[in-house]
């Protein structure tokens, strides 16, 4: 079955400091991966996707996250984190053979204290 | 370019009641989906739909929950009765046909107490 999995639930850090959120997957034949933020009260918005192609792809505010084939995995990582980046952080894969259906992880929670 | 629409953005009713939730995609979007997530999980699928048609709802809990899209545009899911372990938030999303990038509406928080 397929499945993603983010191994923490919560994170605290302080501004400026490095980030790096790890997440794994479960998936058989050829994935597509992304990065969804959830800001509080606000919706799910994409802040990077990886489909194929160079594996360290980046996207918006300045994260990034590379696509470890061989290790099954996506880390998010952000040099320099800010206050405005408090929200939580979803992994989650898809693929074409399934529909392009999303399976999401359960969520990491980070919270950057100023 | 307009998102995805959806309403009511808040819903409280009593367990046993009936409920419903509105979803307008992105225009253009065939692809529509709908995804429940309950608090301190990541969203869940119900089911997909292309079209008019669904494409797969084997995650749907079919014996209270049913969702329609018939003119192949907007889409109502439907949670009759509803239980207590029913409140999450409803998030309806949508995509270009045979394209895997989704892009998700505000969703539906819904309590039943």
């Known amino acids: 079955a397929q499945s993603v999995s983010q191994h923490n639930h919560h994170v605290i850090l302080s501004e400026a400091a490095s980030l790096e959120l790890g997440c794994n997957y479960s998936y058989g034949g050829t994935v597509n991966l992304f990065w969804y933020v959830q800001y509080p009260g606000q919706h799910l918005q994409l802040l990077l996707k990886y489909f194929s192609g160079d594996p360290l792809v980046k996207g918006i505010k300045g994260f990034e996250a590379e696509f470890i084939k061989s290790k099954f995995s996506f880390n998010l990582r952000k040099p320099s984190v800010q206050w405005s980046d408090t929200a939580e952080y979803f992994c989650?894969?898809?693929?074409?053979?399934?529909?392009?259906?999303?399976?999401f992880g359960g969520g990491t929670r980070l919270m950057v204290k100023p | 370019e307009a998102g995805v629409a959806q309403s009511p953005r808040y819903k409280i009713i009593e367990k046993r009641q009936s409920v419903a939730f509105w979803c307008n995609p992105i225009?253009?979007?065939?692809?529509l989906y709908w995804y429940q997530q309950i608090l301190g999980q990541g969203p869940k699928l119900l089911i997909q739909f292309q079209n008019n048609g669904v494409v797969d709802d084997s995650q749907l809990p079919k014996d209270r929950f049913s969702a329609e899209r018939l003119k192949g545009v907007d889409s109502t899911l439907k949670i009759q009765p509803a239980k207590l372990e029913d409140s999450a938030v409803y998030l309806c999303a949508s995509s270009l046909v045979r394209l895997p990038e989704q892009f998700f509406g505000p969703g539906t928080r819904l309590t039943v107490l």
């Open positions: 225009s253009g979007h065939a692809t």
């Open positions: 989650a894969a898809s693929s074409f053979n399934a529909g392009n259906m999303l399976t």
